[in-house]
Nanobody, 127 residues
Framework: QVQLVESGGGLVQAGGSLRLSCAAS????????MGWFRQAPGKEREFVST????????YYSDSAKGRFIISRDNAKNTVYLQMNSLKPEDTAVYYC????????????????????WGQGTQVTVSS
């Protein structure tokens, strides 16, 4: 059974930083991708970032570019999202997502192309 377990969310002041972790169990995604989406109250889920596991190639939304850094640890089968210069508009539930293959890279922002999802971790940025 594949599980994605997020951690690292919390409350932080604007301008602060948080690092989210997503640990995968049940399989590796060495031939696929892992990434992050978020959903704020009353809004649709939106893409944040994703990483191709084999090459480390990264993809970011415009809002994440320059502030967030995605990375992965092969030994721990874990993907991270380092979030810096946080803004109140970053407040959302952050979800980890994973895809077995790389078809998702034709449109990494499309949540429907991911195969597995975590339960989410709350990030709240106060002004």
């Amino acid at each position: 059974q594949v599980q994605l377990v997020e951690s690292g969310g919390g409350l932080v002041q604007a301008g602060g930083s948080l690092r989210l972790s997503c640990a995968a169990s049940g399989r590796t995604f060495s031939s696929g991708v892992m990434g992050w989406f978020r959903q704020a109250p009353g809004k649709e889920r939106e893409f944040v970032s994703t990483i191709r596991w084999s090459s480390g190639t990264t993809y970011y939304s415009d809002s994440a570019k320059g502030r967030f850094i995605i990375s992965r640890d092969n030994a721990k089968n874990t993907v991270y999202l380092q979030m810096n210069s946080l803004k109140p508009e970053d407040t959302a539930v952050y979800y980890c997502a994973a895809a077995r293959g790389i078809k998702v890279l034709t449109n990494p922002t499309a949540g429907d192309l991911y195969d597995y999802w975590g339960q989410g971790t709350q990030v709240t940025v106060s002004s």
